[in-house]
């Protein structure tokens, strides 16, 4: 009985652990049933991390890529090479296309080591497994997340082909670093898309997945690296992927490693002032995982060029002048295209703040602010020849001329008399003179009477960032009292550059989402915010080196030889920055030297610390570009207009004489002998003119402009110790000049050729002139057709022709001929001739 009872309790325990297996399988298979396979358009469309990559305007250089340091491109199953495939399925998975999903001898395997390790290491995993384990679970060790590995292997299989699913596998496999899938790690290794590598190199990229830091070839692991190549070419010839004949010329070939970059970026700060602008636009979402792709602006080679050009002058400019930060910015004028952008001269200096971008930062641009103040002027109908006094000046309303307060309770220190760089003043100077030699109390002039707001507003519609109060800024704003960038300044000179008309500097060209879906094209939105007679005269002056040569000497490194570049350089008064902005007609450079934590440089002007930088990168600029010269500004002669604006400064009143006859010219006076002679009177320039309306007439009472008196006294003390103010005995002619008159003209008729007369075109035509004359003939110029045809200097004044030889010669043409007598009188006759063809 004891032994039933005992029997009967065995089959108990055993129906019970039975019946417990059965409740765990279906435990387990309810499990696995809820375990949810997406279709596999969905799988597919999953959102899969691609790295945003920015380029140069080339589309071909990277300059950096963005998505959290990543680097994936996905590409078509059919854009990878046959050879990456196979290498692929040999060292990972040779049983690839016949199992499942899942290897069940493998997964047995792989159970019993764990077991007996007391771990979970070993994974056993096919390509199916880990593109599951890849793409759609977490990375986390646990028995649970295998077994949902195992399930969704076998549903992948069921929906997805193995092309489908091989292709994921590549384009998602990690290749070291922030490399993933196959085509970034050919680009980065090789220097070739993923269709486009050996067969010894798709072995190379085979071996890598397993351990890419372990196995990588700039590592110290080559050995390995080499022996596993091996290993994968071993194993693609046993499994027939290749031939005996392949087998060993991949073997043989020598592959080489393109040279791994020092940096994972290239032209950083514009590579952050892109990402900035990006995230600003798309959000930070978007640009790090949605796989844009960027074309920006940037020249590369360019960038090289100054990079290099940069660190090494201002290497120099740190043991020389104290300054140990420089940068430089290139656009393109006829686009706004930003070409260069080097923000420091090592990004990833940390002594001197390197990765901080003074291209951007906003600093005191010294006398690199001045031309926006002298095109405000202009603008007004001021002019380059307008006469201003560089003489000692007291410039603050509460103050004397001598500099001193009016009232005794007022601050000496509120007087404001500056000097210029060179401790010099040189009395009447033009506008011209003082913009090119960068002179400050002319400037300091030109600004008041420009007005500070207005010359504000100009330099705002042409770019440049000064926000604020305008009356904080006050008369040092043209010293560069405000504050700009180096991108600004330098795109605002671009409006010089391009003729008064405006592009907004840009930095991208082409954005477009991973699928190629296009986000943004850069579109030419030119603006005109400056008279283009106005930009020209600017220019005019910024490349007068004759103008400028007094200053700068003329051999200067603002001087190029047979090519038209204007130029100005700017140096704060406390020695904390050095600029210096220049053109052509086809791009602005500007330059930055100084120190990012604001302390001061050796006591030097621009010309010695950045000039020699920026002059260096300008060589390499024009060797590139076309010899393009600036459009000559129409100038405008009128005798009306104010003498003081015509660059006449002794006086406000002028009369003309004949230089032959000595007497007052008249309407048939020639320009050749005409001269303007002026009655002494020396004042300032707010003695001849309503600084608010330049063009038209002059205050009744000067004083009652604030800086008058201080200027008057300043103009009048100068003149005095010239000897200018003595009386003077000028007294204009009173008779009229009569050796200029229509009656003393000469007389001249065309005999030859005649109307009545039919000429061959072959014929040769002799001019010959009747002559009547007060005084000898000097010359006779020949006009056919109103086209010059020749001269003649003298006597017996007979010209020679053929119609055949003449341009656009037709059946009746007209015959003009002017002739000048040894006094300049003219006078003109002419015929018509006919031709015979």
């Known amino acids: 009985m004891a032994k039933h009872r005992r029997h009967q309790k065995l089959i108990d325990v055993l129906v019970g652990f039975v019946a417990l297996c059965f409740l765990f399988a279906g435990l387990l298979l309810f499990w696995f049933s809820t375990i949810t396979m997406p279709s596999f358009d969905t799988f597919d469309a999953r959102q899969v991390v691609q790295s945003t990559k920015i380029y140069d305007r080339t589309g071909e250089v990277l300059l950096f890529d963005l998505g959290s340091n990543l680097r994936r491109t996905v590409v078509p199953y059919g854009e990878i090479s046959r050879n990456i495939k196979?290498?692929?399925?040999?060292?990972?998975?040779?049983?690839?296309?016949?199992?499942?999903?899942?290897?069940?001898?493998?997964?047995?395997?792989?159970?019993?080591?764990?077991?007996?390790?007391?771990?979970?290491?070993?994974?056993?995993?096919?390509?199916?497994?880990?593109?599951?384990?890849?793409?759609?679970?977490?990375?986390?060790?646990?028995?649970?997340?295998?077994?949902?590995?195992?399930?969704?292997?076998?549903?992948l299989e069921k929906i997805a082909s193995k092309e489908q699913i091989l292709g994921l596998y590549l384009n998602e496999s990690p290749y070291g670093g922030n490399l993933y899938g196959i085509e970034e790690a050919s680009l980065a290794f090789f220097g070739k898309k993923a269709k486009d590598v050996t067969l010894a190199e798709a072995a190379y990229l085979a071996a890598l997945p397993n351990a890419p830091t372990y196995y990588s070839p700039y590592g110290i692991h080559r050995d390995k690296l080499e022996e596993r190549k091996n290993f994968v070419l071993d194993r693609m010839l046993e499994l027939k992927f290749i031939s005996e004949d392949e087998y060993k010329k991949a073997r043989e070939e020598k592959v080489l490693f393109a040279p791994q970059e020092e940096q994972s970026i290239k032209a950083p700060h514009f590579v952050m002032f892109i990402r900035s602008y990006l995230e600003e636009k798309y959000g930070k979402e978007v640009v790090n995982n949605g796989g844009l792709k960027v074309i920006t602006t940037l020249d590369y080679e360019l960038q090289k060029t100054a990079e290099d050009?940069?660190?090494?002058?201002?290497?120099?400019?740190?043991?020389?002048?104290?300054?140990?930060?420089?940068?430089?910015?290139?656009?393109?004028?006829?686009?706004?295209?930003?070409?260069?952008?080097?923000?420091?001269?090592?990004?990833?200096?940390?002594?001197?703040?390197?990765?901080?971008?003074?291209?951007?930062?906003?600093?005191?641009?010294?006398?690199?602010?001045?031309?926006?103040?002298?095109?405000?002027?202009?603008?007004?109908?001021?002019?380059?020849?307008?006469?201003?006094?560089?003489?000692?000046?007291?410039?603050?309303?509460?103050?004397?001329?001598?500099?001193?307060?009016?009232?005794?309770?007022?601050?000496?220190?509120?007087?404001?008399?500056?000097?210029?760089?060179?401790?010099?003043?040189?009395?009447?100077?033009?506008?011209?003179?003082?913009?090119?030699?960068?002179?400050?109390?002319?400037?300091?002039?030109?600004?008041?009477?420009?007005?500070?707001?207005?010359?504000?507003?100009?330099?705002?519609?042409?770019?440049?960032?000064?926000?604020?109060?305008?009356?904080?800024?006050?008369?040092?704003?043209?010293?560069?009292?405000?504050?700009?960038?180096?991108?600004?300044?330098?795109?605002?000179?671009?409006?010089?550059?391009?003729?008064?008309?405006?592009?907004?500097?840009?930095?991208?060209?082409?954005?477009?989402?991973?699928?190629?879906?296009?986000?943004?094209?850069?579109?030419?939105?030119?603006?005109?915010?400056?008279?283009?007679?106005?930009?020209?005269?600017?220019?005019?002056?910024?490349?007068?080196?004759?103008?400028?040569?007094?200053?700068?000497?003329?051999?200067?490194?603002?001087?190029?030889?047979?090519?038209?570049?204007?130029?100005?350089?700017?140096?704060?008064?406390?020695?904390?920055?050095?600029?210096?902005?220049?053109?052509?007609?086809?791009?602005?450079?500007?330059?930055?030297?100084?120190?990012?934590?604001?302390?001061?440089?050796?006591?030097?002007?621009?010309?010695?610390?950045?000039?020699?930088?920026?002059?260096?990168?300008?060589?390499?600029?024009?060797?590139?570009?076309?010899?393009?010269?600036?459009?000559?500004?129409?100038?405008?002669?009128?005798?009306?207009?104010?003498?003081?604006?015509?660059?006449?400064?002794?006086?406000?009143?002028?009369?003309?004489?004949?230089?032959?006859?000595?007497?007052?010219?008249?309407?048939?006076?020639?320009?050749?002998?005409?001269?303007?002679?002026?009655?002494?009177?020396?004042?300032?320039?707010?003695?001849?003119?309503?600084?608010?309306?330049?063009?038209?007439?002059?205050?009744?009472?000067?004083?009652?402009?604030?800086?008058?008196?201080?200027?008057?006294?300043?103009?009048?003390?100068?003149?005095?110790?010239?000897g200018l103010l003595q009386s003077s005995s000028v007294v204009p002619p009173t008779e009229t000049d009569d050796i200029h008159t229509p009656a003393l003209s000469p007389k001249i008729t065309i005999v030859s050729p005649t109307q009545s007369i039919l000429y061959p075109v072959g014929a040769k035509i002799s001019v010959l002139l009747n002559k009547q004359l007060r005084f000898p003939l000097s010359s006779v110029d020949y006009f056919i057709n109103d086209v010059y045809a020749g001269s003649v200097k003298k006597e017996p004044f007979i010209f020679s022709f053929i119609p055949d030889d003449i341009v656009d010669i037709k059946e009746i043409n007209t015959l003009r001929v002017i002739s000048t007598d040894s006094v300049f009188n003219k006078s003109s006759a002419t015929q018509e001739f006919r031709v015979v063809f």
Request: proline letters at 6%; glycine letters at 8%; one cysteine or more.
């Open 309 to 722: 050009i940069v660190s090494r002058n201002a290497l120099e400019n740190e043991k020389k002048f104290n300054a140990s930060n420089a940068g430089l910015v290139a656009v393109e004028p006829k686009t706004g295209d930003i070409l260069v952008m080097v923000g420091s001269r090592n990004y990833f200096d940390s002594a001197i703040d390197g990765n901080f971008n003074v291209a951007l930062s906003h600093r005191q641009p010294g006398s690199a602010f001045k031309p926006f103040v002298y095109a405000t002027a202009f603008k007004k109908g001021y002019s380059p020849d307008t006469v201003v006094f560089d003489v000692e000046t007291e410039f603050q309303t509460t103050c004397t001329p001598e500099g001193k307060p009016y009232s005794p309770e007022g601050d000496p220190d509120a007087c404001y008399m500056p000097e210029n760089y060179d401790g010099v003043f040189r009395g009447p100077v033009s506008l011209r003179t003082a913009l090119a030699q960068s002179i400050n109390i002319p400037a300091i002039k030109v600004l008041y009477l420009s007005g500070i707001g207005d010359s504000i507003r100009t330099a705002q519609s042409m770019g440049i960032d000064i926000s604020g109060d305008a009356n904080r800024y006050g008369l040092t704003l043209v010293l560069g009292g405000g504050e700009v960038s180096l991108l600004d300044i330098t795109g605002a000179y671009g409006v010089f550059a391009n003729n008064g008309i405006k592009n907004t500097p840009r930095g991208i060209l082409h954005v477009e989402d991973a699928v190629g879906n296009v986000l943004e094209n850069a579109e030419e939105r030119p603006e005109r915010v400056l008279d283009e007679g106005v930009a020209l005269q600017i220019s005019s002056v910024l490349s007068d080196n004759e103008a400028r040569a007094p200053a700068f000497g003329e051999q200067s490194y603002l001087f190029f030889p047979g090519r038209d570049v204007a130029a100005k350089t700017g140096t704060t008064n406390d020695y904390r920055d050095a600029w210096i902005v220049g053109y052509t007609t086809g791009i602005a450079v500007g330059a930055w030297a100084g120190n990012n934590d604001n302390s001061p440089m050796e006591k030097k002007v621009a010309g010695f610390i950045i000039a020699p930088m920026w002059n260096e990168f300008m060589q390499e600029v024009i060797k590139k570009t076309p010899n393009e010269k600036f459009k000559t500004p129409q100038e405008i002669k009128n005798e009306n207009t104010k003498p003081i604006l015509r660059g006449i400064w002794k006086g406000g009143e002028t009369y003309f004489v004949d230089t032959i006859s000595g007497k007052l010219a008249t309407e048939y006076t020639p320009k050749e002998t005409r001269d303007e002679r002026v009655i002494p009177n020396i004042h300032s320039i707010l003695y001849w003119i309503d600084k608010n309306n330049p063009l038209g007439a002059p205050l009744e009472r000067p004083e009652q402009d604030p800086q008058f008196v201080l200027w008057e006294t300043a103009v009048q003390k100068w003149a005095l110790s010239n």
């Open 86 to 155: 196979n290498a692929a399925v040999a060292i990972e998975d040779a049983e690839f296309y016949q199992h499942n999903g899942i290897k069940p001898k493998a997964i047995i395997r792989a159970i019993l080591v764990n077991i007996t390790k007391l771990g979970f290491s070993q994974g056993g995993s096919t390509i199916t497994q880990q593109v599951v384990k890849n793409s759609l679970l977490t990375t986390e060790k646990k028995i649970s997340r295998k077994l949902k590995e195992w399930v969704l292997a076998l549903k």
